[in-house]
């Protein structure tokens, strides 16, 4: 397969757009949600942006074309996510719920699940959130798990036509909807008899036993709302297993497979953003100097080497932006530390993103290792070398 990094036509009108929608509408919010101090307030603020985004087709646009979206390929999703992330990835992570609540929907569900589950986010206005509902309060890097070992504590008990759902998740943005009474669509890590399996529970399922338990207030991506929610015998129709019961497992790797990747772009995208902030103060500030802190040699040495890294992981998908980032802040100096500095913002966002999205150290080195192991694992084959 020929790969080639010269945009198409149509890409670059998609670059254009996503780069116009956040100048209007991502500037003003990121300086908004700066200013609110309280977490659910500052997450409400998005909502009407968010209606902007569903009625631009931005939402569409993260929904492969085979189930109604418009996706169509991983190079024009990254182009849309850098652009937007580029100027407030809070507010793509929320939007971007989808991407991997309806992964196991693709994957396994049953042609009416898909069509009744992603129906609400084929939409040309309102503001559907999705959550894929995975991590829990005591950890979940071994939610896969058997006893004795707790793995996933969430459970579903079959009673009749439903299942009972008792336990507690955290993190994912708007487990708790916009209001606290729940996302559109919310797919289920749970413990059923059989073992780990995926339930698809919709917002009309919550409106009793579901609560929000506690909303935290981040370091970086602070527009984003992630909370606790508790489920008290929630109960959800049989019909909404996703998959076979027991199967959970696989199908919860496979649905952080694109967003993990997505955290490389979203990693180039703080990385641009922190490379223009130093680039435009050494090209301006002299510092008590004769000349633009640019002029001297060092701080040249550092811009040229973060930007050829930059341009690296954009291509390559290699996540190098905590020592990128790191460089940049020696550009700056001291300012780069004052939470006031724009330099900081993109920094705190960054420390998120080796832990988020399916990136946890503790899941993804489980998966490599049961991959090293294998037998037949050829170690040129990712390269295309084998």
Not at 47 to 53: H, I, S, T
Not at 155 to 183: C, F, Q, Y
Not at 295 to 313: F, M, P, Y
Not at 356 to 373: K, W
């Amino acid at each position: 397969m020929t790969v080639s990094f010269v945009l198409e036509p149509e890409q670059h009108m998609l670059k254009k757009a996503a780069r116009q929608f956040a100048h209007e509408h991502l500037v003003p919010l990121a300086a908004a949600t700066k200013a609110e101090h309280d977490p659910l307030a500052r997450a409400q603020l998005a909502r009407p942006v968010m209606e902007r985004a569903v009625a631009a087709g931005f939402l569409k646009g993260l929904i492969p074309q085979p189930f109604g979206g418009t996706a169509s390929s991983g190079v024009d999703a990254s182009i849309f996510i850098e652009e937007l992330a580029t100027v407030n990835p809070s507010f793509v992570i929320s939007m971007a719920g989808p991407l991997i609540a309806l992964a196991p929907v693709y994957q396994a569900g049953r042609p009416q699940q898909v069509q009744r589950f992603v129906a609400p986010f084929l939409v040309d206005s309102g503001s559907p959130v999705a959550a894929m509902a995975y991590s829990e309060p005591a950890g979940s890097a071994n939610f896969d798990a058997e006893a004795p070992a707790e793995g996933t504590r969430t459970t579903a008990v079959r009673d009749g036509d439903h299942w009972v759902i008792n336990g507690e998740k955290i993190w994912a943005s708007h487990l708790g909807g916009w209001d606290g009474r729940g996302p559109d669509l919310m797919v289920l890590v749970a413990r059923t008899p059989v073992g780990v399996s995926l339930i698809a529970v919709e917002r009309e399922h919550l409106t009793r036993g579901f609560g929000v338990e506690e909303h935290y207030d981040l370091t970086g991506l602070r527009g984003c709302l992630t909370s606790r929610v508790r489920f008290t015998d929630v109960r959800v129709p049989v019909g909404n297993l996703v998959g076979q019961e027991g199967q959970g497992v696989q199908r919860t790797r496979d649905a952080f497979v694109a967003s993990g990747a997505s955290i490389a772009i979203f990693a180039v995208a703080a990385m641009r953003a922190a490379f223009g902030v130093a680039l435009t103060f050494a090209r301006t500030q002299r510092r008590g100097g004769a000349v633009p802190v640019i002029a001297h040699q060092a701080v040249a040495d550092v811009l040229s080497d973060a930007k050829g890294r930059i341009e690296a992981t954009r291509l390559l998908g290699w996540r190098a932006m905590d020592a990128v980032i790191t460089d940049l802040l020696k550009v700056v100096g001291v300012s780069g530390y004052d939470l006031g500095f724009p330099l900081m913002e993109h920094l705190a966002d960054a420390l998120a993103y080796p832990v988020i999205e399916g990136s946890n150290v503790g899941v993804r080195r489980r998966q490599l290792h049961t991959m090293i192991a294998d037998m037949g694992w050829d170690p040129l084959a990712a390269s295309g070398l084998a």
